[in-house]
Each structure stands twice: as C-alpha cells, then as structure tokens.
C-alpha cells in the first residue's frame, strides 16, 4: 500500500479538462515539495511537475500543478490521446527518510 | 542530460542474490550535489524507494526500513556507475527495478530504462 493516495483511474475526452488528487501527510506533502511523473506504456516515469508547480523545459503548458496544505493536485487542460499514461505523485518523506509515492492514477483519454 | 544505462539479470531463484549496475553519463557518481537512487515497481506495491547513496565530502547510503537488512547500494568511481544488491530474495521481489538520478533541486528528474527481475525457481 502506498504512502501518497491518489485514485486508481481517471477518465475524460478530447478538449477536456481532468485532474489528479494527491493525499499525504504532515511529514510529506505538508512539508516537501511534490513532484509529478508520466508514465507512458512500457516505459519508465518522466518528470512532469516539480516543486508543486514548476514545469521542466519541454512539458507543455497544459500541465499543472498545485499544492494546499497534505494535498496535491495535477491538472491537465485539452486533453489530447497522447495524455494517455499512469500519473505519479512523490515528496520526499521527513519521517520516513525517503522518497514516497503515490499508487498511480491511470488516465484513459476515451 | 543524465543518461542512466541499467545492467543485469532477469531472472532469480529464491533465496539467493542479485546485483543491477546503472551506469552514468552526463554526471558523476561523486557530484557534490546529486545523488543517485534505486526504486521498483509493482501492480501489488506500486512505485517503492529503496535507497540512494551521494557524496557530500563523505559517501552516504539511506536505506527503505523495508528492504534496509537485504540490501545494499554502493558507487563505483572508478566506472561511475552505483550498484544494487539484494539478498535473501523471494516472489516478493519481483518487479521492474529503476535507477534514478536526483539533481540540484534534489529532485529525482532521470531514470533508466527499467530492469524487470523475476524471483521464480
């Protein structure tokens, strides 16, 4: 069971917009920032958001991310086909001394 | 652009031992500011830590609870690449075994290809 809570699946259409949920703690999300990673099929994650909000040089706009309190979110604006992959959320854990990660949502662009 | 090549074997019995290698390119395993991880991933468990080593003046090595009294992660300057080994290993440890690279920001920002290790007799 992972220490971050994310939902297992997530849907939406062409054009629209969906968002990912990231629950943790006091000693995660409440006190290190969140990353975000894409996994695409048979390939390993890509750093998608870091530090909440930030976006690497390449990942388009449409990405985003924000942070309140133990939550996270990740947004995702006119969805296209390609978004189609399982979204991770991570922090770095103060009591656990280590990286945490959520379950991973699998998100079907239908 | 870190690159990480991973290395090693597939396929494992229980209750012995295995060693990934991930070679660097693009940085090195002594950098001051990175350092240098291991995680898997399976349908049961997800993505899971399990450890990274980096140098700051000293080597370090942080370990998951979970796994720290089976495994063990070590640098090789020499071939600047790092290591994983576990032992002692059963079904369990079947997964898909990453490397991962965490930069300046301390962020893990870059991974290898993926090992998949299967615990089968």
């Known amino acids: 069971q992972s220490v971050l809570t994310q939902p297992p699946s997530a849907s939406g259409t062409p054009g629209q917009r969906v968002t990912v949920s990231c629950s943790g703690s006091?000693?995660?999300?409440?006190?290190?920032?969140v990353q975000w990673y894409q996994q695409l099929p048979g390939t390993a994650p890509k750093l998608l958001i870091y530090?909440?909000?930030q976006r690497p040089s390449g990942v388009p706009d449409r990405f985003s991310g924000s942070k309140s309190g133990t939550s996270a979110s990740l947004a995702i604006s006119g969805l296209q086909s390609e978004d189609e992959a399982e979204y991770h959320c991570?922090?770095?854990?103060?009591?656990?001394?280590?990286?945490?990660f959520g379950g991973g949502t699998k998100l079907t662009v239908l | 652009q870190v690159q990480l090549q991973q290395s090693g074997p597939g396929l494992v019995k229980p209750s012995q031992s295995f060693s990934l290698t991930c070679a660097i390119s693009?940085?090195?395993?002594?950098?001051?500011?990175?350092?240098w991880n291991w995680i898997r991933q399976s349908p049961s468990r997800g993505l899971e830590w399990l450890g990274r080593t980096y140098y700051r003046s000293k080597w370090y090595k942080e370990y998951a609870v979970s796994v720290k009294s089976r495994i063990t992660i070590s640098p090789d300057t020499s071939k600047n690449q790092f290591s994983l080994q576990v032992n002692s290993v059963t079904p369990e440890d079947t997964a898909m075994y990453y490397c991962?690279?965490?930069?300046?920001?301390?962020?893990?920002?870059?991974w290898g290809q993926g090992i998949l290790v299967t615990v089968s007799s």
């Open positions: 991570a922090a770095w854990d103060d009591s656990l001394n280590g990286w945490v």
């Open positions: 530090s909440n909000n």
């Open positions: 693009g940085d090195s395993v002594s950098s001051n500011s990175a350092a």
């Open positions: 006091s000693s995660d999300i409440g006190k290190n920032t």
């Open positions: 991962a690279g965490q930069g300046v920001r301390g962020i893990i920002n870059s």
